[in-house]
């Protein structure tokens, strides 16, 4: 899309919208970071360690080089909780949803940036798209937080701390974040059902998109009715639940590192909420460092596969995962085109879902021997680390704060491509559109 105003031409491109508002909130995170009230540090904190920070709280990562907990003061923390919000809203939407109230008017440009984020509805519904998404996100935000909050006051906290620790996990945990404010991250509270509970179901919530929501608040008895998004949604979301909890549990059932030393009722609770953190959420409420590198492998695939298309999560997408599977599924089959629920999947959906598996799974084997060549890290443990950090999880076996500054800068890129969209990035580097007026003689290769 290019605008036009007398001579000058204005690139108005909505995916560089998005990239550059990304860049914008993580600058201007780092720069109020390096406040000395920020931190507990004396002085102003390093300038890398607020870069990485911010990086991670705006892309909803959760991977952190020092102690949320001890190193941030309660204004530093603050800060992270404000831009963890706005990267799980979305810059741009956020941006637009700024302008309809002050202006009540949103340009086409911006309503194109804003879908872009959203991979919502069609340019027309985005009025309508903003305002639901920011009334979800404060219903489940609240939700979640009431019940952390009681549950912590309940265990003998202050209600002023209990009310803010809840507040921020359950900001953190719909966001798909995975910051705590626990040095050990939920290792604490591994023995708290309602805790570990509200957690999950806020990452689950988070992570199926505003797009499935809004379609399932629009027809909630009408399964029929639902569309293909949703369906794919919902299946791949539900059967990645289920394998990811009975593998992991079925593996780390006997290691006295990590569930093998909790009673049998923790060990279902803790394997349960294994199988849901890898879906970019960044929680543990176990040590990865002690896990068997089966289940780290495992939970790289998890992680990988991600959450749903237009959500706070990232990762290749559940939808885009699906689309694959049904590709390879069609052709064993022999089928011409494939297709689920009784619909067909476009080639165009097809090639996309390519495309973006492609580029994704060769950034993250980049990233992985860049890793393992600058910081010396084993393959398991450089793999573990790129993925989350593409996927957005946040999930670490303890090396994040040992990386020196040249594994700091290959993940920060990492985080945000895996947020905006290895896609949408390069779209928005290359803003070059072709469109071909004919069409080339046909000629089949020979495959395999």
Same mark, same amino acid.
Request: glycine share 10%; aromatic share 8%.
């Given at each position: 899309?290019?605008?036009?105003? !007398?001579?000058?031409?204005? +690139?108005?491109?909505?995916?560089?919208? $998005?990239? #550059?508002? =990304?860049?914008?909130?993580?600058?201007?995170?780092?720069?109020?970071?390096?406040?000395?009230?920020?931190? /507990?540090?004396? %002085?102003?904190?390093?300038?890398? &360690?607020?870069?990485?920070?911010?990086?991670?709280?705006?892309?909803?990562?959760?991977?952190?080089?020092?102690?949320?907990?001890?190193?941030?003061? +309660?204004? #530093?923390?603050?800060?992270?909780?404000?831009?963890?919000?706005?990267?799980?809203?979305?810059? $741009?939407?956020?941006?637009?949803?700024?302008?309809?109230? *002050?202006?009540?008017?949103?340009?086409?440009?911006?309503?194109?940036? *804003?879908?872009?984020?959203?991979?919502?509805?069609?340019? /027309?519904?985005?009025?309508?798209?903003?305002?639901?998404?920011?009334?979800?996100?404060?219903?489940? @935000?609240?939700?979640?937080? &009431?019940?952390?909050?009681?549950?912590?006051?309940?265990?003998?906290?202050?209600?002023?701390?209990?009310?803010?620790?809840?507040?921020? /996990?359950?900001?953190?945990?719909?966001?798909?974040?995975? =910051?705590?404010?626990?040095?050990?991250?939920?290792?604490?509270?591994?023995?708290?059902?309602?805790?570990?509970?509200? $957690?999950?179901? &806020?990452?689950?919530?988070?992570?199926?998109?505003?797009?499935?929501?809004?379609?399932?608040?629009?027809?909630?008895?009408?399964?029929?009715?639902?569309?293909?998004?949703?369906?794919?949604?919902?299946?791949?979301?539900?059967?990645?639940?289920?394998?990811?909890?009975?593998?992991?549990?079925?593996?780390?059932?006997?290691?006295?590192?990590?569930? !093998?030393?909790?009673?049998?009722?923790?060990?279902?609770?803790?394997?349960? =909420?294994?199988?849901?953190?890898?879906r970019t959420a960044g929680f543990n409420s176990i040590d990865y460092g002690e896990a068997d590198p089966s289940a780290l492998l495992v939970t790289d695939m998890l992680m990988f596969a991600g959450g749903g298309s237009?959500?706070?999560? %990232?990762?290749?997408?559940?939808?885009?995962?699906?689309?694959?599977?049904?590709?390879?599924?069609?052709?064993?089959?022999?089928?011409? @085109?494939?297709?689920?629920?009784?619909?067909?999947?476009? $080639?165009?959906?097809?090639?996309?879902?390519?495309?973006? *598996?492609?580029?994704?799974?060769?950034?993250?084997?980049?990233?992985?021997?860049?890793?393992?060549?600058?910081?010396?890290?084993?393959?398991?443990? &450089?793999?573990?680390?790129?993925?989350?950090?593409?996927?957005?999880?946040?999930?670490?076996?303890?090396?994040?704060?040992?990386?020196?500054?040249?594994?700091?800068?290959?993940?920060?890129?990492?985080?945000l491509i895996g947020r905006v969209g290895p896609v949408t990035l390069f779209v928005a580097l290359v803003l070059r559109e072709r469109r071909l007026l004919y069409s080339r003689p046909e000629e089949r290769p020979l495959?395999?």
């Amino acid at each position: 899309m290019i605008i036009r105003r !007398g001579r000058a031409r204005i +690139p108005g491109h909505p995916a560089r919208a $998005v990239v #550059g508002a =990304f860049l914008a909130a993580i600058l201007a995170g780092a720069g109020l970071l390096c406040i000395p009230a920020a931190s /507990h540090a004396p %002085g102003s904190p390093p300038f890398e &360690a607020a870069l990485f920070t911010a990086t991670s709280a705006v892309t909803v990562t959760g991977l952190a080089t020092v102690d949320t907990a001890t190193f941030w003061t +309660p204004f #530093g923390q603050l800060v992270i909780l404000v831009l963890i919000q706005l990267g799980g809203l979305g810059i $741009v939407t956020s941006a637009s949803l700024l302008i309809l109230v *002050a202006s009540d008017r949103l340009g086409l440009r911006r309503r194109l940036a *804003a879908q872009a984020e959203t991979q919502a509805m069609p340019v /027309h519904d985005i009025r309508r798209v903003i305002v639901t998404i920011v009334v979800l996100s404060a219903a489940f @935000e609240a939700v979640a937080t &009431a019940v952390l909050t009681t549950d912590l006051w309940l265990r003998g906290q202050p209600f002023a701390t209990a009310l803010w620790e809840g507040a921020f /996990h359950a900001v953190s945990a719909f966001n798909n974040a995975g =910051f705590s404010l626990y040095s050990d991250g939920l290792v604490g509270v591994a023995a708290d059902a309602w805790f570990l509970a509200t $957690v999950a179901v &806020a990452v689950i919530a988070g992570g199926l998109g505003f797009p499935v929501w809004m379609d399932l608040a629009r027809r909630p008895r009408e399964p029929g009715r639902w569309s293909l998004h949703t369906k794919l949604t919902l299946a791949t979301t539900a059967a990645l639940l289920v394998i990811g909890t009975v593998v992991l549990t079925a593996i780390e059932w006997g290691n006295e590192r990590t569930l !093998g030393a909790m009673p049998a009722s923790e060990r279902l609770l803790n394997g349960v =909420f294994a199988g849901v953190t890898p879906r970019t959420a960044g929680f543990n409420s176990i040590d990865y460092g002690e896990a068997d590198p089966s289940a780290l492998l495992v939970t790289d695939m998890l992680m990988f596969a991600g959450g749903g298309s237009g959500s706070t999560a %990232g990762g290749l997408k559940v939808t885009t995962l699906a689309i694959l599977f049904l590709v390879v599924w069609a052709e064993l089959r022999g089928d011409r @085109e494939p297709s689920a629920f009784g619909r067909r999947i476009p $080639v165009v959906s097809a090639r996309q879902a390519l495309t973006v *598996a492609v580029l994704s799974i060769n950034l993250v084997v980049l990233a992985t021997v860049a890793l393992m060549l600058t910081n010396g890290l084993e393959l398991s443990a &450089a793999l573990f680390e790129a993925v989350s950090a593409f996927a957005t999880v946040g999930l670490s076996t303890g090396v994040t704060p040992d990386l020196d500054l040249a594994g700091q800068f290959i993940l920060m890129p990492l985080m945000l491509i895996g947020r905006v969209g290895p896609v949408t990035l390069f779209v928005a580097l290359v803003l070059r559109e072709r469109r071909l007026l004919y069409s080339r003689p046909e000629e089949r290769p020979l495959v395999g």
